[in-house]
């Protein structure tokens, strides 16, 4: 990673804004976001303003360590304030490089009865949000100490709908927080309170502690946390709790304030992560072809896969669960293959056709045999990633697992791509990009169930804020696919919509789910797919409305790409395409439903057709009841 602009760092009090009732005032770089800190009656509360807008008032803030309540009879110490603004290059971001600019203060809180008895916060702003952490340093620790628990509570000015990730379900949501009583919700919390505030409350660097989740029950007038901390002897920082502010639910998604919050890449040559497309065997099996071959778990079948990857502009194949073995067998080694399977003879056909293998491997064999043995296996074989399947143990030890697992594959230059209820992604890809996505999802056909359009649109807007997702979309057999040995209920959806969808989800793997065979029925929609790239340079939701539809578009060189997606109603969208390049003309080469498509009774009816635009131009595109819409702006050279 590389750094573009010269880092700014200076510490000043004068530009604090201090009243007399002793009241912090903290800025965003722009100013549109303040942050008050205030001890009135020793008791220390906080506001959240957005632009003149109070969205938080006079919340408590603070933890209870041991038995010590740190919200009340607290002294601050003068606040410091730092100011970084740097930009650098992402390996496998939604952009290619990412301002990170924010100003940072620090408060020292004591007990007013026993100075040695404090930590610190730092709080962090940026010009879409903000982030606090706590920090202990080996003076404050003493013998030990233990967070008990974070009196923090939220202050909501006013009512909201709120939107969560539920894990392989649909998103929780919508939900009004008056009318409901839940203890537990997971993060991305997305809060719309009107149609110009929308907040997502989350965590960034999560690499010590378990995650934390949300308390909205009507016991309590505010929103709380619920944590799990371990002793601690040592000097250390809890994971940063963040607000994501915006004016639409579009600002949420585009921001980049997670993967700022965490270190800066700790891998010397990165020219070996690599992003892209891959198919996937697992979905396939027991497939039929119309020469007659039956798709299995074996090598004959993978070096099929292999060759229309190799023909298509697909860069890897994922060999998914059973390869080495019955997965949740404690005698399956994956330093081995099961009969059938030649991992050797499949890794050396890959290699000659340009192909990257990705080895599935599961939590059991990880420790059953050794993790840094198996890797080390994968990758003498030759495999470009690894697909780590069902952690166990609890949340903060699956939080350390997954830092083990992605250190460890970075040592043997191998990708990862976490799935099964993983930890939520928070930005750690910016230190280690080698983590190239997660299934923090409900992947399409997944827990042996479907997901419906809404999910397919409110995913991207809520699950996405977190990370990178692998959601395996890009069904084209959809009528026929649950007659597959792995393929359990109907899909719904329409083929238009699943092309769309490989635009609308950002992933460092898009894994294709589907035959070749049935690619290839429907090769110019498929084209489609075979001209999109490794890996995309941007990422802008051009209009989006939770539970209704979203619209997002992919920058690929000099082209763009862009898909949308309703929910099961039919609906017309009009897209602006001013984020074309001025002055440059180009091919629209449209994917879109037929008149009659619809995502239960007519889910392949397709239509593609070609227009010329540029970026004073507007498209007015039809979808269909579950549909979407796919469309490749190409790019003209003055001659064509």
Known sequence: MKLKNALIAFVFLSLLSCSSKGVMDFSSPNGAIKLLLSKEGNTSRFSLLKGSDTLIHQSPLGLQLNETDFTSDVTFSEPTQTTFDETWETINGKQRTIRNHYHEYKVKVAKTDD????????FRLYDDGLAYHYHFPQESIHDSVVIKKELTALNFTRDFTYWAYNREHHTLGPIRRSEENIEMI??????????????????????????????????????????????????????????????????????NLLVNLNDPCKIEDTSWIKPGKSLWDWRVWGYKTQDGYTYGLNTESHKRFIDFAAENNIQNLLIDADWYGAEFSHTSDPTSAREGINIEEAMAYAAGKGVGIILYLNDIGAKKFGLEKVLKQFADWGAVGVKYGFMTGSPADKVKQTRRVVELCAKYKLMVDFH???????????????????????????????????????????????GPLDITNGWFGLNNAHSRKRVFKKIPGTVAAEVAKLITVYTGWMVLPDSPEEYLKKDDLFECVRQMPAQFDSFKVLDAKLDEFVCIARQAGNDWFVGSLTNREARSITLDLDFLSQGQKYEAHIYEDAKDSHFLNNKEAYNIRTVLVDANSELRVQLAPGGGNAIHFKALTETE
Not at 115 to 122: G, K, M, N, P, V
């Open 115 to 122: 100075a040695s008895l404090f930590y610190e916060i730092i």
């Open 420 to 466: 099964d209820n993983p930890i939520a992604p928070s930005g750690d890809r910016r230190t280690y990009p080698n983590l190239v996505t997660k299934e923090f999802n409900h992947a399409q056909a997944d827990a042996r169930r479907s997901y419906f359009p809404e999910t397919a649109v409110n995913q991207p807007l809520v699950n996405m804020i977190a």
């Open 186 to 255: 997971l993060p991305p919390f997305v809060i719309e309170s009107d149609d110009h505030n929308f907040m997502a409350i989350h965590e960034a660097k999560i690499v010590d502690f378990a995650p934390f989740n949300i308390n909205a029950s009507q016991s309590n007038q505010a929103i709380t946390f619920n944590t799990d901390y371990s002793q601690q002897n040592d000097s250390f920082s809890t994971s940063w709790r963040t607000f994501i502010l915006g004016d639409r639910i579009g600002d949420l998604v585009e921001s």
